[in-house]
């Protein structure tokens, strides 16, 4: 029974093309989050949201828009894919916006190529 | 400028024996530290916290020490277990997040524990 679930697995597509990965939690969780590994694998904060409000908004291109339907919910678009956008990008949720004792639970990541 | 530094990619260590994994910080202003372990194809997954206030957490196998006035924490890990083997991350949080959740991962080290 997964807690974390993302959607797709793997996605490989042309650069300039427009996508969106999904992420649900069924942990009853108020906060989600996006990050990206890059290719020197360190793992990034890029949006957060907490009850549908976002939080979190690092330094990320405008292409990247993040969509919170319901807290159960946390989607990713990207438009105009570029090179750089390569990455494997993992979604997390935690009960609330704490750290310590509320550590982050994550997706197994969606795999995004550019050709 | 990355703030946390794990700066052995990889450590490989014989059954039994003791795993220790070394983490440095350059933000005195850290509130929280995390580990997190990664499995390959899955989401990283919660190990280990350690509050600022304290040097020492322990957890079963596992234990972090964190030394403020070197910007250092370790995880030891005794008795090492193949199943250990894994992508182990160090994470920290700033302070001033406990309202958004936000942590500062490392690159990650590559532990492999040899039967």
């Known amino acids: 029974d997964t807690a974390v679930s993302q959607t797709p697995k793997y996605l490989v597509t042309q650069m300039g093309n427009d996508k969106s990965i999904k992420c649900e939690q069924n942990?009853?969780?108020?906060?989600m989050y996006w990050y990206k590994q890059d290719s020197k694998k360190f793992l990034k904060i890029m949006f957060s949201?907490?009850?549908?409000?976002?939080?979190i908004n690092e330094t990320v291109p405008n292409r990247f828009s993040p969509k919170s339907p319901d807290k159960a919910h946390l989607n990713l678009h990207i438009n105009s894919l570029e090179l750089g956008d390569s990455a494997v990008y993992f979604c997390?949720?935690?009960?609330?916006?704490?750290?310590?004792?509320?550590?982050?639970?994550f997706g197994d990541g969606t795999r995004l190529s550019i050709l | 400028d990355q703030q946390v530094k794990q700066n052995s990619p990889s450590l490989s260590v014989q059954e039994g024996r003791i795993s220790i994994l070394n983490c440095d910080y350059t933000?005195?202003?850290?509130?929280?530290f995390l580990w997190y372990k990664k499995y390959p194809a899955e989401g990283p997954t919660f190990l280990i916290s350690i509050s600022s206030i304290k040097d020492k957490n322990e957890d079963g196998r596992f234990t972090v020490f964190l030394n403020k006035s070197a910007k250092h924490l370790s995880l030891h890990i005794v008795p090492s277990q193949p199943g250990d083997s894994a992508v182990y991350f160090c994470?920290?949080?700033?302070?001033?997040?406990?309202?958004?959740?936000?942590?500062?991962f490392g690159q990650g080290t590559t532990l492999q524990v040899k039967p």
């Open positions: 949201y907490n009850n549908k409000e976002l939080i």
């Open positions: 942990l009853g969780h108020d906060t």
């Open positions: 994470a920290a949080s700033p302070y001033g997040s406990s309202n958004t959740g936000k942590l500062i």
């Open positions: 933000n005195s202003m850290f509130d929280y």
């Open positions: 997390a949720s935690s009960p609330g916006p704490g750290t310590g004792n509320q550590p982050q639970h």
